[in-house]
């Protein structure tokens, strides 16, 4: 059973700074692209960046600059750092890993979700 587990998730005041990380554990051959999403109250769950296995990141306009994405292959875990926080970054933060459980079968898995709170 694969599992994606969340950490780092808190309460900051605006201009601070979060740093998530999200480890996949369980039985797998190997993980490939990696994301870090968001849902805000009332909000449908959004893209914030993005990192292939070779570790291209790509990021949501509003967060280019402020946040950064990184990996970790050895490790299988992926980071999410979260400088210059703003009030509208408030939300529940989910991770999703593109996993290979065994040759030919792909699969995507999520996180249980962090919520992260800036407060003005």
């Known amino acids: 059973q694969v599992q994606l587990v969340e950490s780092g998730g808190g309460l900051v005041e605006a201009g601070g700074s979060l740093r998530l990380s999200c480890a996949a554990s369980?039985?797998?051959?190997?993980?490939?692209?990696m994301a870090w999403y968001r849902q805000a109250p009332g909000k449908q769950r959004e893209l914030v960046a993005s990192?292939?296995?070779?570790?291209?990141?790509n990021y949501e306009d509003s967060v280019k600059g402020r946040f950064t994405i990184s990996r970790d292959n050895v490790k299988n875990t992926v980071y999410l750092q979260m400088d210059s926080l703003k009030p509208e970054d408030t939300a529940v933060y989910y991770c999703?890993?593109?996993?290979?459980?065994?040759?030919?079968?792909?699969?995507?898995?999520w996180g249980q979700g962090t919520q992260v709170t800036v407060s003005s």
């Open positions: 990192i292939t296995r070779a570790g291209a990141p």
């Open positions: 999703k890993a593109f996993i290979s459980e065994r040759l030919g079968r792909f699969s995507d898995y």
């Open positions: 369980g039985r797998f051959r190997n993980v490939n692209a």
